[in-house]
């Protein structure tokens, strides 16, 4: 199967120069558009990211060892900056967790406060509809001894007919 330039670059883990007579994408992608050569430079990310950074030459100067230099240090300033913002990334999500728990701690309390259960139930639908971000929730009590449900149900949020949660 084809290869591409940055195919390769990514498994051999080295900058790959291409040209239009070596790499089938230059030549047919970017040859209309002046573009000499290319130089693909694989991208050092973490865990299942993966990337090329690739700089494209239409003048009329040569590939030389400067280049493929600078060329480097740019990478190498790319790979900090895609790390930091992955990084970033992550901690929000967990930022955002830790605030979850938080919110769970609140139902604890309420369960173990001398409120009526129609409190506590309210108070469980209202941290869960914020909690997940959902639209609606409806809780309904269930009896297990007469085996039904108990009506009217907790319902919070926005519902587009609210008479019929309650059949």
Avoid at 113 to 118: A, G, H, V
Avoid at 134 to 141: F, M, N, P, S
């Amino acid at each position: 199967p084809y290869q591409t330039g940055a195919d390769l670059a990514m498994r051999t883990r080295d900058p790959l120069i291409l040209t239009s007579s070596q790499d089938e994408a230059v030549r047919l992608a970017l040859a209309k558009f002046g573009v000499r050569f290319a130089v693909a430079f694989p991208l050092s990310l973490p865990g299942e990211f993966y990337g090329v950074m690739s700089l494209y030459f239409c003048g009329e100067q040569e590939v030389s060892d400067a280049l493929l230099e600078l060329g480097g240090i740019f990478v190498r300033q790319m790979d900090v900056a895609i790390k930091n913002s992955l990084l970033l990334k992550d901690r929000a999500a967990m930022a955002g967790l830790a605030w979850n728990l938080s919110g769970f701690q609140s139902v604890i309390q309420s369960l173990a406060s001398n409120r009526s259960l129609p409190q506590v139930l309210n108070e469980v639908a209202s941290t869960i509809l914020y909690m997940l971000d959902a639209d609606c929730v409806t809780l309904y009590q269930y009896f297990e001894a007469e085996k039904e449900f108990g009506y009217p149900p907790i319902m919070k949020g926005s519902f587009r007919h609210p008479r019929s949660m309650h059949t």
